[in-house]
């Protein structure tokens, strides 16, 4: 086994530094699941139009469905400050990696069987 040393260094971090980054990235990450769904609504109100209908649209949602749920990480991920409990931490990564990799794997199987389908 491993012995930390006894004299380690205090670790300083800024508070207003990952303040400000958190609040930048959970702004940027709420915009991003907006504009999927304004745009997942958009093709689903278009859907009969010859552009939209070539276009496949249920995997055009699928792709939205799949970029809000990856956005939604970025909101978990933003929210891990320091003065949080080790539980609500604990908790906010393992939903951030299940967010994006549900989201990830929803958008790209749609993509590459929109692809498929194509060829």
């Known amino acids: 086994t491993f012995d930390p040393p006894l004299s380690l260094p ?4 800024g508070e207003s530094y990952t303040r400000t980054l958190s609040i930048i990235f959970t702004v940027a990450g709420a915009i991003l699941a907006v504009l999927a ?15 939209v ?43 951030g990696f299940w967010f994006f990799c549900f989201g990830f794997g929803l958008a790209m199987s749609a993509l590459f069987a929109k692809t498929w389908r194509i060829n």
């Open 53 to 95: 209908k070539a276009s496949q649209p249920a995997f055009l949602l699928l792709i939205c469905i799949g970029v809000v749920f990856m956005s939604c990480a970025v909101i978990f991920m933003a929210s891990q400050n320091p003065p949080h409990s080790y539980e609500y931490v604990n908790f906010t990564c393992m939903g």
């Open 10 to 13: 205090v670790l300083v971090q």
């Open 37 to 51: 769904i304004l745009i997942g609504l958009w093709t689903w109100l278009h859907r009969n139009t010859h552009v």
